[in-house]
């Protein structure tokens, strides 16, 4: 009680000092919200900077080559010819192979943690998964090249160019010689790279579907296969797809792990297994080699096309996350 | 009745064999990560030595160690979480407190999911044309600018994801004893999404500890010891990527030891993110 008795005995602040305290606690107060705000436009800065620059340093290419730079295969140096086709065909490839390899992967993996795991396992195996989104690229590249390329090389390629040797399409799609790098292989070091992300999102959008649901249906006597398929999966489609289309965006812009096992070859094949390249793995092997303005510009070019790409993907994944989001709040 | 049997165990072998594959693929993701640790204790270990830490990156033929490359990855990972950090966490503050429920703020969130997922290459590309050109030579302070860029989204998604965890019945109790918004954001907002923060920055520095790409064209590469933040400077995963790529054997033994020194750096943030963030996070 003695503090109280302080308080009252303390003497009170004259109206000029309170006004004097307030009016800093005002500025402070204004200056903090300004702070927070103007970081806060930085990022929007930062979006528009990024494209601007882009913009800026490719605009020579596109300017010397017009839109026949994005339907140009020639890449070559010497006469500064330069064309966008085989990197985009490259970075789209990759990314379909990875995307194809690695969607029904992740989404039985999140089936497995969310319906089928025990529960002690659950969190471990979640936490190993998220371990494999968390290793950096470029171990995924040294990994690549010098173990998973030569495995592909001596043990699966030439199984598959002997399988599909008179299959009519898939003989020219799974043409020798077996070099271990190549677009496939790129594709399926992709295909490890993005499983975590998509399976991350799979599992999270699973634990969405509200227990009733799934009990209901159990209680009909439907099978385990039957509520994923009639369930879960219906019930979470936008958010699968949302995911699949995060996990593409991933793909599409990985740069080390590609360019270790790519080959980098600017050059269109029809086969899956020979040498290619990809926008990001053509920017990361030539952009500090190139000599004069208009390679750097064309390169520069590139990162613009793929920055355009990744954007439009990302954008519509967050869109349909929101989605799925709203849905479950509602 | 003999039908409806057949159709049963029909539906239960399909149930079954389903199962059996959601298991093979959480088993082949498994192998995965342990594939791949494996190889890189396997190939990193042989390397690793003393010298690793106390010489600098040689030249092919000769003994070296990674010194240059460690402490040039370490200058530019804390100059570039000191400069992004504030920045992201002053941004996720607005989001969250000022304008949770603006327009603003969530197209800023909308773009800022957009730069946390967009080709760190780009960044690369971007530092070039905004700092490189115009300097007219690659730098440390080039490269910790294009991690700083990709520090800042990370961090602003962690922040505002806490503070909007933070109980609002705290904000209420304080602004009612008449503590102005902004130190009643930073002296109880900030103090109860402190973990979750500290979670953010951690993530924020396991993924630029790894990052390549941004660095090729910005820090580029020093064979040499520097400490000059104008001059080009050595970085672990630039090196690692030139040595895996040359034909020198002890070379590519280094880069091995170089990738396993990231992978554990990198692994052992993410996991005490992790510990940190679940043990204590205001949920």
């Given at each position: 009680?003695?503090?109280?008795?302080?308080?009252?005995?303390?003497?009170?602040?004259?109206?000029?000092?309170?006004?004097?305290?307030?009016?800093?606690?005002?500025?402070?107060?204004?200056?903090?919200?300004?702070?927070?705000?103007?970081?806060?436009?930085?990022?929007?800065?930062?979006?528009?900077?990024?494209?601007?620059?882009?913009?800026?340093?490719?605009?020579?290419?596109?300017?010397?080559?017009?839109?026949?730079?994005?339907?140009?295969?020639?890449?070559?140096?010497?006469?500064?010819?330069?064309?966008?086709?085989?990197?985009?065909?490259?970075?789209?490839?990759?990314?379909?192979?990875?995307?194809?390899?690695?969607?029904?992967?992740?989404?039985?993996?999140?089936?497995?943690?969310?319906?089928?795991?025990?529960?002690?396992?659950?969190?471990?195996?979640?936490?190993?998964?998220?371990?494999?989104?968390?290793?950096?690229?470029?171990?995924?590249?040294?990994?690549?090249?010098?173990?998973?390329?030569?495995?592909?090389?001596?043990?699966?390629?030439?199984?598959?160019?002997?399988?599909?040797?008179?299959?009519?399409?898939?003989?020219?799609?799974?043409?020798?010689?077996?070099?271990?790098?190549?677009?496939?292989?790129?594709?399926?070091?992709?295909?490890?790279?993005?499983?975590?992300?998509?399976?991350?999102?799979?599992?999270?959008?699973?634990?969405?579907?509200?227990?009733?649901?799934?009990?209901?249906?159990?209680?009909?006597?439907?099978?385990?296969?039957?509520?994923?398929?009639?369930?879960?999966?219906?019930?979470?489609?936008?958010?699968?797809?949302?995911?699949?289309?995060?996990?593409?965006?991933?793909?599409?812009?990985?740069?080390?792990?590609?360019?270790?096992?790519?080959?980098?070859?600017?050059?269109?094949?029809?086969?899956?297994?020979?040498?290619?390249?990809?926008?990001?793995?053509?920017?990361?092997?030539?952009?500090?080699?190139?000599?004069?303005?208009?390679?750097?510009?064309?390169?520069?070019?590139?990162?613009?096309?793929?920055?355009?790409?990744?954007?439009?993907?990302?954008?519509?994944?967050?869109?349909?996350?929101?989605?799925?989001?709203?849905?479950?709040?509602? | 009745?003999?039908?409806?049997?057949?159709?049963?165990?029909?539906?239960?072998?399909?149930?079954?064999?389903?199962?059996?594959?959601?298991?093979?693929?959480?088993?082949?993701?498994?192998?995965?990560?342990?594939?791949?640790?494996a190889t890189l204790l396997y190939k990193g270990l042989a390397g690793l030595g003393l010298n690793?830490?106390?010489?600098?990156?040689?030249?092919?033929?000769?003994?070296?160690?990674?010194?240059?490359?460690?402490?040039?990855?370490?200058?530019?990972?804390?100059?570039?979480?000191?400069?992004?950090?504030?920045?992201?966490?002053?941004?996720?503050?607005?989001?969250?407190?000022?304008?949770?429920?603006?327009?603003?703020?969530?197209?800023?969130?909308?773009?800022?999911?957009?730069?946390?997922?967009?080709?760190?290459?780009?960044?690369?590309?971007?530092?070039?044309?905004?700092?490189?050109?115009?300097?007219?030579?690659?730098?440390?302070?080039?490269?910790?600018?294009?991690?700083?860029?990709?520090?800042?989204?990370?961090?602003?998604?962690?922040?505002?994801?806490?503070?909007?965890?933070?109980?609002?019945?705290?904000?209420?109790?304080?602004?009612?004893?008449?503590?102005?918004?902004?130190?009643?954001?930073?002296?109880?907002?900030?103090?109860?999404?402190?973990?979750?923060?500290?979670?953010?920055?951690?993530?924020?520095?396991?993924?630029?500890?790894?990052?390549?790409?941004?660095?090729?064209?910005?820090?580029?590469?020093?064979?040499?010891?520097?400490?000059?933040?104008?001059?080009?400077?050595?970085?672990?995963?630039?090196?690692?990527?030139?040595?895996?790529?040359?034909?020198?054997?002890?070379?590519?033994?280094?880069?091995?030891?170089?990738?396993?020194?990231?992978?554990?750096?990198?692994?052992?943030?993410?996991?005490?993110?992790?510990?940190?963030?679940?043990?204590?996070?205001?949920?």
């Amino acid at each position: 009680m003695s503090f109280l008795a302080d308080l009252q005995s303390s003497p009170s602040a004259s109206p000029t000092e309170r006004r004097g305290v307030l009016a800093r606690l005002r500025k402070n107060d204004l200056f903090f919200r300004y702070l927070t705000q103007s970081s806060a436009y930085f990022v929007l800065i930062l979006l528009t900077a990024i494209f601007a620059s882009l913009v800026a340093g490719g605009y020579l290419a596109f300017e010397t080559f017009g839109l026949s730079f994005l339907t140009t295969e020639v890449w070559n140096p010497v006469t500064e010819q330069f064309g966008a086709l085989a990197p985009i065909y490259g970075t789209i490839v990759t990314s379909a192979i990875a995307m194809l390899v690695a969607v029904p992967i992740s989404i039985g993996i999140a089936v497995f943690l969310t319906e089928l795991c025990p529960k002690p396992l659950r969190r471990p195996i979640g936490v190993a998964i998220e371990l494999l989104a968390g290793i950096p690229s470029i171990i995924y590249g040294i990994w690549g090249l010098f173990f998973f390329a030569p495995f592909l090389q001596r043990y699966v390629q030439p199984e598959l160019i002997a399988t599909f040797k008179d299959v009519p399409v898939m003989s020219t799609l799974f043409a020798g010689p077996p070099y271990g790098i190549g677009i496939l292989t790129s594709g399926l070091i992709l295909a490890m790279m993005v499983l975590p992300f998509v399976t991350a999102v799979c599992r999270d959008v699973f634990e969405t579907v509200p227990t009733v649901l799934k009990e209901a249906a159990y209680g009909m006597g439907w099978t385990t296969r039957e509520v994923v398929k009639n369930v879960v999966i219906p019930y979470t489609r936008v958010g699968i797809i949302g995911g699949v289309m995060l996990g593409l965006g991933r793909a599409l812009g990985e740069t080390m792990a590609v360019t270790f096992v790519i080959g980098n070859a600017h050059r269109i094949s029809g086969s899956i297994m020979a040498p290619g390249t990809t926008i990001s793995a053509a920017i990361a092997n030539e952009f500090t080699e190139a000599v004069g303005d208009l390679y750097t510009s064309s390169l520069i070019a590139l990162g613009l096309i793929l920055f355009f790409i990744t954007f439009v993907v990302l954008a519509l994944a967050r869109l349909m996350l929101l989605r799925i989001e709203k849905k479950a709040q509602a | 009745m003999a039908l409806d049997r057949i159709r049963y165990q029909r539906r239960k072998v399909r149930s079954r064999i389903t199962i059996g594959l959601c298991w093979l693929a959480a088993g082949l993701g498994l192998t995965i990560l342990a594939f791949i640790l494996a190889t890189l204790l396997y190939k990193g270990l042989a390397g690793l030595g003393l010298n690793v830490f106390t010489e600098m990156t040689p030249p092919p033929g000769s003994d070296g160690g990674l010194l240059n490359a460690i402490a040039g990855s370490l200058i530019m990972t804390v100059i570039g979480v000191i400069v992004g950090t504030p920045i992201g966490i002053l941004a996720g503050t607005y989001m969250a407190e000022y304008g949770r429920y603006n327009k603003v703020s969530s197209v800023i969130r909308f773009i800022n999911d957009i730069l946390l997922s967009a080709p760190s290459i780009v960044t690369g590309l971007f530092i070039y044309e905004l700092l490189v050109r115009p300097m007219g030579h690659f730098s440390a302070i080039a490269g910790s600018a294009a991690l700083a860029t990709l520090v800042i989204p990370t961090v602003v998604r962690t922040t505002e994801n806490m503070l909007l965890l933070v109980p609002n019945t705290l904000r209420e109790a304080s602004t009612s004893i008449g503590l102005p918004q902004s130190l009643m954001i930073r002296k109880v907002a900030y103090r109860a999404a402190r973990a979750g923060m500290v979670t953010g920055v951690l993530l924020a520095i396991a993924r630029i500890s790894g990052e390549t790409a941004p660095l090729l064209f910005t820090s580029l590469n020093n064979q040499f010891w520097s400490t000059n933040l104008n001059a080009p400077i050595a970085s672990l995963p630039v090196v690692i990527f030139q040595y895996a790529l040359s034909p020198y054997e002890d070379w590519q033994r280094l880069a091995w030891t170089g990738a396993l020194l990231i992978t554990a750096a990198v692994l052992t943030l993410s996991i005490l993110a992790c510990w940190f963030g679940s043990s204590r996070s205001p949920q």
